[in-house]
C-alpha cells in the first residue's frame, strides 16, 4: 500500500514539474551594459590629471552629462544651466559679461572661466577652491547668485521628469538607467555623468595645433614672430600645450569694487591675497572679456596692463605685497617690457589658438533644453 501511495506521489510531482502556471512572473529583460567610449588626448598634450579608471566614459554617460550640463532644471528656477554661462560659441565662457548672471538675473562676482580642457585641471575657479572635476557642479548649483538650488532638490526634480508640458520631454530616470545600469538617480551619478561629458570637451585643433603638428604654413610670418616673443616673455605662466601652469599669482591688478581677495579667500594664508589662477589661453580670442572680474574687453589691453606704459594709471601694475616676482625684477621697470609692435604680433598668435572645430562641434552642442542670455 505504501508503495502505491509513493508511486502517485511522484506521478504528480512529474506532472505538476512539467504543467506550465496559468500566470507566469514576467521576467525583466537584462540591462543594456552601457557602450565605452575611447578617449584619447592629442600626442602632445600631458596625460590627464583626471583618473578616467574611476569614471570611464560611455557613450550613454556622456550624453547624460550634456543634457545636464545645458538643463536648467539645476536651478531653482529651471532655467539657468551650466550652458547659461558657459556657451559653446564662446569657447564656454560668458561672451560680453565681465559679471555673469544668474537666477533672478543676480550679478556674480567673477567672470565665468572656460570649460574646456577640463581634463588637465589640478585645481577649479580662479581661487581653485575644487581640486576635483566630480566636485565641481556643487558649487554653481548651490551659489546663491547662480543657481540657488540644493542638490538634493535637483535629484528630486530629475527623479519625477518627463514633466507634462515641458517644451523638451526629458526622461532622466531612463537615461540614467542606460547610462549606469539602473534608473536609480543619485547626486554622486550625477557629477559623475557631467564629468564625462566635460571629459569630451577637448580643444586642440586651432591652426596652433596644427603648426605643431608639423604644417609650417599654419601660421603666418607675423604670428610665428609672436610664438617667438610670446615664449620669451608670456610662457613663464602660460606654460606648456595648455598655456598655463596651473599656478596662482597676483598679475598686478587693483583691488575691485568688492574687493575679490581670489585664493587668499580659501587658504586664509596672507601670501595667497591677490592671486587668482592662471589661466588657459587656448581660444583667447573668442573670450573676451579678460580677467577674472572681466576689467578688459579686448587683448590689446590686457598687453597694456603687463607693458606698464602708464604706472600710475588704473589699469598699470598695482604695487602689493604679494606681486608676482616676475613683474617686480629688482632694477627693473614693472611689468614685462614689451613695444608696440611686439604687443601686435602676440595679439596676432593668440588668435591662432582659437578652435573654430571646437565651438562648432555638435557633440558639444545644447541638445535642445538649455537658455542662454
Known amino acids: ?39 584619447t588626448k592629442p600626442s602632445y598634450f ?23 550640463f545645458y538643463d536648467g532644471i539645476l536651478s531653482r528656477t529651471d532655467n539657468i544651466g551650466c550652458g547659461t554661462c558657459h556657451q559653446q560659441q564662446a569657447a564656454f565662457t560668458h561672451h560680453g559679461h565681465d559679471l555673469s548672471h544668474g537666477v533672478d538675473d543676480l550679478i556674480g562676482t567673477r567672470n565665468a572661466p572656460s570649460v574646456q580642457n577640463m581634463a588637465w585641471s589640478t585645481s577649479f575657479f580662479w581661487d581653485g577652491g575644487v581640486h576635483d572635476m566630480d566636485l565641481v557642479p ?46 536609480s538617480i543619485t547626486a554622486d551619478r550625477m557629477m559623475l555623468a557631467l564629468s564625462q561629458f ?27 614672430n609672436g610664438l617667438t616673443i610670446f615664449k620669451q616673455k608670456c610662457a613663464s605662466c602660460h606654460a606648456g600645450e595648455l598655456f598655463t601652469d596651473q599656478k596662482f599669482r597676483n598679475n598686478g591688478l587693483r ?13 586664509l594664508n596672507e601670501n595667497d591675497r591677490l592671486k587668482f589662477k592662471v589661466p588657459s589661453l587656448r581660444n583667447i580670442g573668442l573670450t573676451a572679456p579678460y580677467m577674472h572680474d ?18 600710475g594709471n588704473k589699469d598699470s601694475i598695482h604695487v602689493s605685497p604679494t606681486l608676482d616676482p616676475l613683474l617686480n625684477v629688482a632694477g ?10 611686439e604687443k601686435q604680433s602676440i595679439v596676432a598668435f593668440l588668435k591662432t589658438l582659437n578652435d573654430d572645430d571646437f565651438i562648432k562641434d555638435k557633440r558639444f552642442s545644447d541638445p535642445g533644453v538649455g537658455t542662454s542670455f
Not at 300 to 308: I, K, R
Open 198 to 224: 566635460m571629459m569630451t570637451m577637448v580643444s586642440a585643433t586651432s591652426r596652433y595645433d596644427y603648426y605643431v603638428r608639423g604644417d609650417a604654413s599654419a601660421l603666418t610670418s607675423l604670428e610665428q
Open 46 to 68: 600631458p596625460d590627464p590629471v583626471y583618473d578616467l579608471s574611476k569614471n570611464p566614459l560611455t557613450v550613454e554617460g556622456v550624453e547624460l552629462g550634456k543634457f545636464l
Open 138 to 183: 556643487p558649487v554653481p548649483i548651490q551659489n546663491k547668485v547662480e543657481m540657488d538650488e540644493r542638490v538634493s532638490n535637483v535629484i528630486e526634480k530629475l527623479r519625477k521628469t518627463p514633466v507634462a508640458g515641458a517644451a523638451k520631454q526629458v526622461d532622466y530616470p531612463k537615461m540614467f538607467k542606460a547610462a549606469f545600469g539602473s534608473d
Open 294 to 311: 572681466g576689467r578688459f574687453t579686448n587683448l590689446e589691453q590686457v598687453l597694456d596692463h603687463y607693458a606698464n606704459d602708464r604706472p
Open 1 to 39: 500500500m505504501m508503495k502505491k501511495i509513493a508511486g502517485i506521489l511522484i506521478v504528480m510531482a512529474v506532472v505538476s514539474c512539467g504543467r506550465k502556471p496559468d500566470n507566469p512572473e514576467p521576467v525583466a529583460p537584462p540591462a543594456k551594459t552601457p557602450t565605452p567610449l575611447q578617449w
Open 332 to 341: 627693473q621697470k614693472r611689468g614685462i617690457s614689451l613695444t608696440s609692435a
Open 255 to 267: 583691488p575691485n569694487r568688492i574687493n575679490d581677495q581670489g585664493r587668499y579667500d580659501i587658504t
